[in-house]
């Protein structure tokens, strides 16, 4: 089993800054790619960035210049810098990591947490 945890969420004015951390742990073999999501109310999940195991990044254009994620492989842990934040980037954001459990023979798996809540006041 294998449980991806996020934290760092919060209120927060228009232009300020957050930083999100999400914490693969469990009977864990190999983390593939680690995944940012979020979902506004009323809007369908929307991928924000990711980063491979090699540490190459993608991010939506929304969030380009002011986003950054980031990931320490030897904590099984990603991270999104979240800066100039704006009322839009409002969401519920979702950890998302493709990941290879011990004991599999072939094939990788999706994960998601539960989610953390990013409130940005104008």
């Known amino acids: 089993q294998v449980q991806l945890v996020e934290s760092g969420g919060g209120l927060v004015q228009a232009g300020g800054s957050l930083r999100l951390s999400c914490l693969a742990s469990g009977r864990i073999l190999r983390i593939n790619d680690m995944s940012w999501y979020r979902q506004a109310p009323g809007k369908q999940r929307e991928l924000v960035a990711t980063i491979t195991s090699g540490g190459s990044t993608n991010y939506a254009e929304s969030v380009k210049g002011r986003f950054a994620i980031s990931r320490d492989n030897a904590k099984n842990t990603a991270y999104l810098q979240m800066n100039s934040l704006k009322p839009e980037d409002t969401a519920v954001y979702f950890c998302?990591?493709?990941?290879?459990?011990?004991?599999?023979?072939?094939?990788?798996?999706?994960?998601w947490g539960q989610g953390t809540q990013v409130t940005v006041s104008s």
């Open positions: 998302n990591a493709v990941v290879t459990p011990y004991g599999t023979v072939v094939g990788q798996y999706n994960y």
